[in-house]
């Protein structure tokens, strides 16, 4: 167990969704602005500046020019994809236990979405160069690849397993309802089952509800000593814990890492830094670019067996009201979609005690997962109300 | 117009076996282990050989012989070219020679599409100087 070093301080999530006319660098400075007025730090506070590396090429290092940060004794752009978030924090964490830095901001902006065009027309959909092998793809009609591969995953689930719909449409309807609760959240109407079911097929066997959205919008998190935190304006989130796994090349015979995935390994990790167990998580907030995602995340961290994920979630304990609180905000699939900064913001929120309507009432010890690629790269970070 | 791929200096020696009937794959010159002539979605060089390290992995065939690993059926259309296809397969296929490799089923309707479904590989002509690999049922 490591010892009592870094807290999460402030948060600031912008606008999200549907907002044109800004950039990332614009969205990443509010979003930072929110989280340091969040914290009651000023901008001259910050010595650190951690950019979660994307699709846009304003999160870059000079991002500290854009926004005049000046004198910062650790500065990086990091990306494994969606399980970059708590590898930022770890890096913060470690790096204010070493003192090389007291406030690090750690921040993600994109602005994939264009005006009059819909998701499948965003920076995300794919279609590439007719060049070599990505040619090759196009002259298949294998555009927005992502969605191609995580259909293809699910697909290998529900023929080793017997996953079916009504399973994963009990991930989709459980997290619309927790997102009727969130102001943030981009979906908010009522969802059934049956209108999950009724949903268009985008590449089958992935429904539209199957998926997460496209937004604009940015999140920020100030990391700081649990000690300087413990005097600032919010309830400090403390970092327990963290754990990564990447478990390689797809594609070869034998493997499947679709299917068995890091989160294995990183959750054991983050658990045992943690100091508790499976039985002490008191909610989940889990990468959802789709819901087979949190389906073959929650076998994989082991609150069930191999397989047997599409059963556990079938009685709809991960809504509001159940057994194990899980995407309390919405998630991807129905809040917004900032990679792994929509799991962490929520987790913040909830472990702090903020979540007004939608807290969940024990919430001392909260997992929060980050998923990148096709199920290729994996991380966890355990957020604790106490420091131990 | 359908999207026809054109070479570049990592693909050339495998659209140049495509357009001779062959089935390209890259094997390691060291322990013979072969490989799919990408490393991830679209990331087309491997220096390496994922098992042994060993460096410069080399062009060799495969027998064309395959299974139905997995597959996906598009529904939504991104390129009006596609518009009289969807929907349409999109499938991974593991070769015998262990090597999984994006492509599609020719010849067989969705609804018949089965994973593990033995196939063999064909190509189809798609301008002068491209062929590209698909696979169909085995007979």
Redesign the interface.
Known sequence: MRGATAAIAGLGVTEMGKVYGRTASDFAGEAIALALADAGLAASDVDGLLVNGNHSEEMVPTLQFSLGFLDLTLVNVMSAFGATAATMLQCAADAIARGQANVVACVYSDVPLREGGSASQSAYSGKQAPTGFAGLRSAYGDYGPANTMYAMALRRHMHLYGTDHDQLGTIAVGQRQWARMNSHAQMRAPMTLADYHASRWVVEPLHLFDCCLVSNGGVAVIVTSAERAADLRQPPVHLRGFGQCAPGDPARSGREPAVHTGARTSGEMALREAGIGLEDVDLLELYDCYTYTVLVTLEDYGFCGKGEGGEFVADGKLGPGGSLPCNTGGGQLSSYYMWGFTPLAEGVIQARGEAGERQVEKHDHVLVSGNGGVLNFHSTAILGREAA | M???????A??AP?FDAALRGELMLLRCPACRTF????????V?RRPRC?ACFAPEPEWAPSCGRATL????????L??E??AA?V??N???V?TEE???????VAGCENERLE?GMPLVVTFER?SDDVA?PRFRPAA
């Open positions: 359908k999207p026809v791929p054109v070479r570049d990592d693909s495998f490989m799919s002539p990408t490393a991830y979605i679209n087309p994922p690993y997995s597959f996906a059926i598009m529904h939504q991104y390129d070219a596609f296809d929907p349409y999109l499938a991974v593991e262990g090597v999984r490799l994006s492509s599609q994973i798609v590209i």
